[in-house]
């Protein structure tokens, strides 16, 4: 016999009782007297240094605070632990369900979350493009990162012939380009979901040169930039990119988000930045491709690469070629070795 505390499963009242187990029945004598059949009595699964829990068939339930108690009902009740349970008590068995719990995570994250992204983004109407491509142009130029072109007209409408060369005949949605100026994001070019590929001045004067001239070779090196860009509008990567960023939050945010919020958003910004790296390389891929059928050389487009990666910033090569396997787009060295080779590699 043990005190315990009863509870009637109607109100909030706490019941003093002695409890006993014994003739097929658990007994309870003290501020409540009841007899329960051991039949229909449940013990909650066992926790170290934890009250013993027994659940009673009408609703009722009583917990006993002696841990000397908790074999004899559970001897009474025929209580069994259950498998995993059993398992969680041997050392290797754990650790074979750990690497097994880990290896299944790898599993959904890499092949898992990409397989359910692609078939999802198939799924996002058209109409999601218009929207989304008006939202983020409205926003850049909110935060006045676009500003209008100083370019002249001339100048603009050779740049949209060069458009005009590289896009398919039939693209999937109509494209537009737009040149503007746009100092706080550099010699750069964007693809928005809408159709609407952005130019920035400060590319087509870094391509032209201090000569200030639009020769073949600069023409070149701007088709292969658009040509890039129109991959990205024509197989999605926007679309893309945004289904997966939106899972791998949702599962990152299972997997530790009551740990961290900087540990569940870390795993899909590290995640998606790879999957934008395979994006780009999709993209020069396809560049090489259209500038090839084009009969455009493609050694501008690889020189300007390697002129933007030179330039990119202050730091040691070296540590520019570690940083580039976390940056979005992949070492403007090796995009160059893709475009001087006969064919471009497999991504992996």
Do not use: C
């Not at 198939?122 to 500003?147: F, I, K, T, Y």
């Not at 396997?325 to 060295?333: E, I, K, M, N, Q």
Request: zero cysteines; aromatic letters at 6%; charged letters at 20%.
């Amino acid at each position: 016999m043990s005190a315990a505390h009863y509870f009637d499963g109607r109100s909030a009242r706490l019941y003093v009782v002695d409890l006993s187990a014994g003739d097929g029945a658990i007994h309870l004598r003290g501020e409540a007297t009841r007899s329960y059949s051991t039949a229909g009595t449940r013990l909650a699964e066992p926790f170290e240094h934890a009250p013993t829990v027994l659940y009673f068939e009408d609703g009722t339930h009583a917990e006993l605070q002696d841990p000397a108690m908790r074999q004899v009902v559970a001897a009474a009740l025929g209580y069994r632990k259950p498998w995993v349970v059993r398992w969680q008590e041997h050392t290797a068995a754990a650790l074979v369900a750990l690497a097994l719990l880990v290896a299944l995570i790898l599993a959904a994250w890499h092949w898992g979350v990409p397989a359910a992204a692609e078939r999802l983004s198939n799924q996002v109407p058209p109409q999601a493009d218009q929207a989304l491509g008006q939202h983020a142009l409205s926003l850049l130029e909110r935060q006045g990162m676009l500003q209008p072109s100083r370019l002249s007209d001339d100048r603009i409408a050779a740049l949209g012939a060069i458009l005009q060369r590289v896009q398919p005949a039939a693209p999937r949605i109509p494209l537009r380009l737009r040149v503007a100026s746009a100092p706080r994001l550099g010699a750069n070019a964007l693809a928005f979901p809408d159709g609407t590929i952005v130019l920035t001045d400060e590319m087509v004067r870094l391509v032209m040169g201090k000569n200030n001239d639009l020769d073949a070779r600069a023409a070149a090196a701007l088709a292969g930039v658009l040509a890039h860009e129109v991959a990205h509008v024509e197989e999605r990567h926007s679309v893309r990119a945004i289904t997966r960023s939106s899972l791998t939050a949702a599962l990152s945010a299972t997997l530790f988000g009551d740990f961290s919020a900087v540990a569940a958003g870390l795993p899909a910004v590290l995640t998606n930045t790879e999957y934008s790296r395979a994006n780009e390389q999709a993209a020069d891929d396809y560049a090489a491709r259209t500038l090839r059928a084009r009969g455009i050389p493609t050694a501008p487009l690889a020189d300007l690469f390697e002129h933007l990666d030179r330039n990119d910033d202050k730091m040691p090569k070296f540590f520019r070629q570690a940083m580039s396997y976390a940056a979005t787009h992949p070492d403007g060295d090796a995009r160059s070795r893709r475009l001087r080779q006969g064919e471009p590699e497999q991504v992996d």
